[in-house]
């Protein structure tokens, strides 16, 4: 059994969904522990509700190498094998993304490499891309840029305003992220360069 540790920072609502999957055995590994850089994410909240471990450690007023010790060494304390970036508004040291290599996930609503950065639903309606989605990608040392475990798409719709858009975009999250999670925990792939290639026997 892997444990997970999850960093967010806001709502929470890719937690949850991690959490509901960890819950129903949908993902085979248990969830160590929750953490918020921010006192007031909903999402921290949410885990305690749900009883896990979840630890506030503040980023404000912090250098980013005190506060990645700081998550790093909480994340090492309750033995977690595989990081999930859920919200989390912060760029990861290359000193953090050296300690977990290739066991940091995030997930970002495009598909990328297009519309990296902040309110990328927003960036895809502005750009006028008729179809959008998200990306669960291996954290590396730079935004939104490593490696792809996988992509969902959704069409982008004539009346959309970026909410609408968000909220198709997350329904795919949260199916997105459960099963890269389990790509990963599966061990049933190779890298080649930057391309993510299952195994024959590892495809579900
Ligand atoms: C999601 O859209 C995710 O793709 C992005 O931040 C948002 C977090 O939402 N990285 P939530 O906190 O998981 O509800």
Known sequence: ?????????GRGSNFEAIAD???AGRIRGAIAVVIS???????????????????????????????????????????VDLVCLAGYMRLLSPWFVRQFPNRILNIHPSLLPAFPGLEAQKQALEYGAKVSGCTVHFVDEQLDHGAIILQKAVPVLD???EHSLAARILEQEHIAYTEAINIVL????????RRLVRRA???A
């Open 186 to 193: 599966s061990g049933g792939f190779e890298l080649m360069g």
């Open 21 to 23: 999957s960890v819950a």
């Open 37 to 79: 850089n921010r006192e007031e994410a909903p999402g921290i909240e949410l885990a305690r509700r749900r009883g896990l471990e979840a630890r506030v450690i503040p980023s404000k007023g912090k250098p980013r190498e005190q506060h990645d010790a700081e998550v790093v060494a909480a994340l090492q304390e309750k033995k």
């Open 159 to 161: 009346d959309d305003d």
């Open 201 to 203: 026997t590892a495809k």
């Open 1 to 9: 059994m892997k444990n997970l540790g999850i960093l967010l920072s």
